[in-house]
C-alpha cells in the first residue's frame, strides 16, 4: 500500500468547514506536514504539526494528530474561494540514514458560492 | 530573496530527445529532490541528493537520470528511455537534519512530448 493516503476529491460551500483526512504508515515519523498546490504551480507549506503534539491550531487552520491510529487531518474554517487547491499530506520516510519527504496523492478542494 | 528555480516553466520535447530540466537553489540547501507529478498520482519520488557529488535513486528513476556537481544545481535529464515523459516535474530543496526541516518546491516545469 501507499505510504501517505488520502481522499482525492472534497466539495464545500463558502463560508463552511473543509476537513481534509490522510493516513500515513511510518510510525517514526516525528514530523507531519500540509502543502498547498495552486494550479500549475509547486507546493507550499501550510502548516506542520511536531508528533509529540495532539493539535495545532493557526488562524483557520487546526491539524489534529491521532498517532495511535496514523491518522491527520486539515480543517479549514470559514472556507473561501481562494483555498480552492490540491493540498497534500507529507511525513518524512527515513531511508538509509537520510529523511525523504512523501507525499500523498492529495486532495482536491474544490469551493463552491 | 532566496528561492528555488526551475526552468524551463514550459518544454515540448519530440519523441526519442534527451531533455534537460534545471533546477536552482540559493538556499544553502544539502538536500534537494525531485518528483514527478501526474493527475491523480500525487508526487512520485525520481531521484534525490543529500550532499555534493551523490546522488540515489527514488521510486521511479527509470529513464531519468541527474548530476550534484554543485550544491546549488541539480539537473534532470529526461532520456528516451522513459516511455510516458508527459507530466510535471517538480524540484524541491531542504536542509537536512532531525530537526523540523521543510522542503521548499520550485514553482514547476511542465514537459510534452509532441
Known amino acids: 500500500g501507499e505510504d501517505v493516503e488520502q481522499s482525492l476529491f472534497l466539495s464545500v460551500r463558502e463560508g463552511d468547514s473543509s476537513v481534509i483526512n490522510c493516513t500515513y504508515t511510518?510510525?517514526?515519523?516525528?514530523?507531519l506536514y500540509w502543502y498547498k498546490q495552486e494550479p500549475g504551480a509547486g507546493l507550499q507549506l501550510l502548516t506542520y504539526?511536531?508528533?509529540?503534539?495532539d493539535m495545532k491550531q493557526d488562524q483557520r487552520l487546526t491539524v489534529l494528530l491521532n498517532k495511535k491510529d496514523k491518522h491527520l487531518s486539515l480543517r479549514i474554517a470559514d472556507t473561501q474561494t481562494g483555498d480552492s487547491a490540491i493540498y497534500f499530506c507529507?511525513?518524512?520516510?527515513?531511508?538509509?540514514?537520510?529523511?525523504?519527504?512523501?507525499f500523498g496523492r492529495g486532495t482536491s478542494l474544490i469551493v463552491h458560492p | 530573496d532566496g528561492g528555488i528555480t526551475q526552468s524551463p516553466k514550459y518544454l515540448f520535447r519530440k519523441e526519442g530527445q534527451n531533455v534537460t530540466l534545471s533546477c536552482e537553489q540559493n538556499?544553502?540547501?544539502?538536500?534537494m529532490y525531485w518528483y514527478r507529478q501526474d493527475p491523480g498520482q500525487g508526487l512520485r519520488l525520481i531521484y534525490y541528493?543529500?550532499?555534493?557529488?551523490?546522488?540515489q535513486k527514488g521510486d521511479i528513476a527509470e529513464g531519468y537520470s541527474v548530476s550534484r556537481e554543485k550544491k546549488e544545481s541539480f539537473p534532470l535529464t529526461v532520456t528516451s528511455a522513459q516511455k510516458n515523459p508527459t507530466a510535471f516535474y517538480l524540484c524541491?530543496?531542504?536542509?537536512?537534519?532531525?530537526?523540523?526541516?521543510?522542503?521548499?518546491f520550485g514553482q514547476g516545469t511542465r514537459l510534452t512530448v509532441v
Open positions: 524541491a530543496s531542504r536542509s537536512p537534519g532531525t530537526g523540523n526541516t521543510e522542503a521548499f
Open positions: 511510518d510510525s517514526s515519523s516525528t514530523y
Open positions: 504539526i511536531f508528533s509529540n503534539m
Open positions: 507529507a511525513e518524512r520516510r527515513a531511508s538509509g540514514g537520510s529523511y525523504i519527504p512523501t
Open positions: 538556499l544553502n540547501h544539502d538536500a
Open positions: 541528493s543529500q550532499i555534493v557529488n551523490d546522488f
